[in-house]
C-alpha cells in the first residue's frame, strides 16, 4: 500500500527539549512539506523540499529544521527556539511539477508543557 | 502572492439538506484550485480539484464545485448531506506552472445534525 507515514500519532514533550518529527513515503514523489495545524489557523508551510539535499523555508520556518537525506524521509526538528510547539504537524509529498495535488500523512499531535 | 477566504469558519446543517461551502481566492495568474476534507485527528485527504477543462468538477461521493474565473471563487456544494459529510473542508490554491507550494484558507467545520 503506498502512501504517507508519520510517527509518533501523539508526542509529549517538556519544554526546552528538541523533539523529532518522522515523515515516510513510499510514493516516490519528489517533493515534501510540512505543515503546522493550529485551529482556526488552516494550513501554514512550515518547510519544503522538491529534491534530496535541498529545501526551502516556508512562512513560518523559525523554530523549526529539516534534512532531506533520502527521497523518502523528510523529518522535522522542533527546537526549544519554537515560542509555541504545541500544535498537528502534517507533513505532505506530491511529485514535482505535477498539478494534481499533495497527498498527506495522518499528521502528530505534539503537545509541549 | 494568493491568498484564499473561506466566508464561513462554521457552517450547521440537518441531515439531507443541501450545503454550500464558500471560497474566494485572490492571484495575479492562473492558478489551480483543490478541495481538502479532514475528519477529526487524521489528515487531509483531497476531494476534489480544478486544473483545467470544465469549470464543473466533481467528487465520488456527490460533492462538486464550480470555478468561478470572473468572480474567483470555488465553492463547494453538495445537494444532499449525510452525517458522516461532518469534517472540517479547506480550500487551496497554487500557481499554474509556478511553485508547488498550496496556500490554504482557514478551513469550514461543516457539522451535520440528525
Known amino acids: 500500500d503506498g502512501g504517507i507515514t508519520q510517527s509518533p500519532k501523539y508526542l509529549f514533550r517538556k519544554e526546552g527539549q528538541n523533539v523529532t518529527l518522522s515523515c515516510e513515503q513510499n510514493?516516490?514523489?519528489?517533493?515534501m512539506y510540512w505543515y503546522r495545524q493550529d485551529p482556526g489557523q488552516g494550513l501554514r508551510l512550515i518547510y519544503y523540499?522538491?529534491?534530496?539535499?535541498?529545501?526551502q523555508k516556508g512562512d513560518i520556518a523559525e523554530g523549526y529544521s529539516v534534512s532531506r537525506e533520502k527521497k523518502e524521509s523528510f523529518p522535522l526538528t522542533v527546537t526549544s527556539a519554537q515560542k509555541n510547539p504545541t500544535a498537528f504537524y502534517l507533513c505532505a509529498s506530491s511529485n514535482y511539477r505535477d498539478p494534481a495535488g499533495q497527498y498527506f500523512g495522518p499528521g502528530t499531535r505534539l503537545t509541549v508543557t | 502572492a494568493q491568498s484564499v477566504t473561506q466566508l464561513d469558519s462554521q457552517v450547521p446543517v440537518f441531515e439531507e439538506a443541501p450545503v454550500e461551502l464558500r471560497c474566494n481566492y485572490s492571484s495575479s495568474v492562473s492558478v489551480y484550485l483543490f478541495w481538502y476534507v479532514q475528519y477529526p485527528n487524521q489528515g487531509l485527504q483531497l476531494l476534489l480539484k480544478?486544473?483545467?477543462?470544465?469549470?464543473l468538477v466533481e467528487s465520488i461521493n456527490g460533492f462538486e464545485a464550480e470555478f468561478n474565473k470572473s468572480q474567483t471563487s470555488f465553492h463547494l456544494r453538495k445537494p444532499s448531506v449525510h452525517i458522516s459529510d461532518t469534517a472540517e473542508y479547506f480550500c487551496a490554491v497554487r500557481t499554474q506552472g509556478g511553485s508547488e507550494k498550496l496556500v490554504f484558507g482557514k478551513g469550514t467545520k461543516l457539522t451535520v445534525n440528525p
Open positions: 523540499s522538491q529534491i534530496v539535499n535541498d529545501f
Open positions: 510514493l516516490n514523489h519528489d517533493a
Open positions: 480544478y486544473l483545467s477543462g470544465s469549470t
